[in-house]
């Protein structure tokens, strides 16, 4: 399987100039991309290849207004109109959304870096048109690289690549462990363990009043600068947005950090299988009054981590419908409770039995995992 590795990038000045024209000029082929396929299928046309629309760019670049695309490496451009037209074909085949433009303010900050191009010393790494860059930590070397990539996380750059790793055999237990994620915590699990809500905890709402107290700080000096229909951006509201990105990216890195945590911890018990259930996010996310907690909680991120961490371990993972009633059904008799409420946190039968919710949820995906072997 491949596992990624990422490395922070220690650039000089010159350095990060460089960096940034990659980004944009990478944001910009993506744009181009995207806007030849809307123009193209308006008037009726088929789909452009990948390949044609690369031949047009390299007659594009002959011209005297492009001859900026020269500052960079044209591996950077190729793989920019490939992402594009991979989004594009992915909509039409309903497996995402529509592919959006790439912003300078709101997109993420990165390109790609071509294989054969990248080289690495110790504690160096060779970007193509960049030149060697320190790194906090060696890369391994003597590997191939997969998909390249250099991003900005708006404080500090990285690289990652995919490198192929042989799965582990490890000896594994008989058990095995449904675990039912919620909003009250993110995870439990039919063994008994627990997992908090990192978002309720103190370091967490700290980060978060003061993110608040900012972005109200930046909207009233938007309201004092305003000159008839637009708002003129100060040094000081430049300031002040780079705090709220910071901080911004203090609490995605808490939550993904306790996600690894977790997730790390119920595979180290070493189950033969793990079960879950097939969430609907975007239909929870339509809930107004749990939309913010739901998407705090990252079940997507927390999903996807237990698949690769279960993968490389050879552990079996499996996903039960997402219509399977496991907080309505008792786990010791199979009687379903059909009027039960989501505010009801305790699980009472007329077997007598009185469980957790959300414990016994998870002992009947595990149950429902032993049926299914």
Same mark, same amino acid.
């Given at each position: 399987m491949i596992l990624a590795k990422k490395v922070r990038l220690r650039p000089?000045? $010159?350095?990060?100039?460089?960096?940034?024209?990659?980004? /944009?000029? $990478?944001?910009? $082929?993506?744009?181009?991309?995207? +806007?030849? &396929?809307?123009? +193209?299928?308006? &008037? /009726? /046309?088929?789909?452009?290849s990948n390949g044609d629309l690369r031949k047009e760019l390299t007659v594009l670049k002959q011209t005297e207004e492009f001859k900026w695309l020269y500052n960079v490496s044209n591996n950077i451009t190729k793989q920019a109109v490939k992402d594009a037209c991979d989004a594009y074909k992915k909509f039409f085949k309903a497996q995402t959304k529509f592919p959006k433009f790439k912003s300078r303010r709101n997109s993420k900050a990165s390109f790609y870096n071509d294989t054969e191009k990248l080289k690495v010393k110790k504690n160096l790494v060779l970007i193509e048109k960049v030149g060697w860059i320190k790194t906090s930590e060696q890369l391994p070397t003597d590997v191939k690289y997969k998909n390249p990539r250099i991003s900005f996380d708006k404080k500090y750059w990285y690289i990652s690549v995919g490198i192929e790793t042989e799965i582990e055999q490890v000896e594994?237990? +008989?058990?095995?462990? /449904?675990?039912?994620?919620?909003?009250?915590?993110?995870a439990v699990c039919s063994t008994g363990q627990n997992f908090k809500n990192i978002n309720k905890t103190k370091e967490v709402k700290k980060t978060e009043k003061r993110l608040r107290r900012l972005q109200r700080s930046v909207s009233r000096k938007y309201e004092m600068n305003e000159e008839g229909n637009r708002f003129v951006k100060t040094s000081n509201i430049i300031k002040l947005e780079k705090k709220a990105q910071r901080l911004h990216r203090r609490l995605a890195n808490i939550r993904t950090n306790h996600i690894h945590q977790t997730t790390n911890a119920i595979v180290k018990t070493k189950p033969s299988k793990v079960v879950m259930e097939d969430l609907n996010v975007n239909g929870m996310m339509k809930n107004r009054h749990l939309s913010k907690a739901v998407a +705090?909680?990252?079940?997507?991120?927390?999903?996807?981590q237990m698949k690769y961490k279960c993968q490389k371990y050879g552990i079996e993972f499996a996903q039960v419908d997402r219509f399977y009633p496991s907080s309505k059904t008792c786990s010791s008799c199979g009687e379903v409770k059909k009027d039960l409420n989501l505010s009801d946190r305790t699980y009472s039968c007329d077997c007598g039995l009185k469980i957790d919710r959300d414990l016994n949820a998870a002992i009947n995906l595990s149950n429902f995992g032993k049926l299914a072997v």
């Open positions: 000089t000045k $010159a350095q990060e100039q460089k960096l940034w024209k990659s980004v /944009g000029t $990478a944001r910009w $082929a993506y744009n181009w991309t995207l +806007n030849k &396929q809307q123009e +193209n299928y308006k &008037q /009726g /046309g088929k789909f452009i594994f237990t +008989n058990s095995m462990i /449904g675990i039912d994620v919620g909003i009250k915590k993110l +705090n909680q990252t079940f997507y991120e927390f999903i996807r």
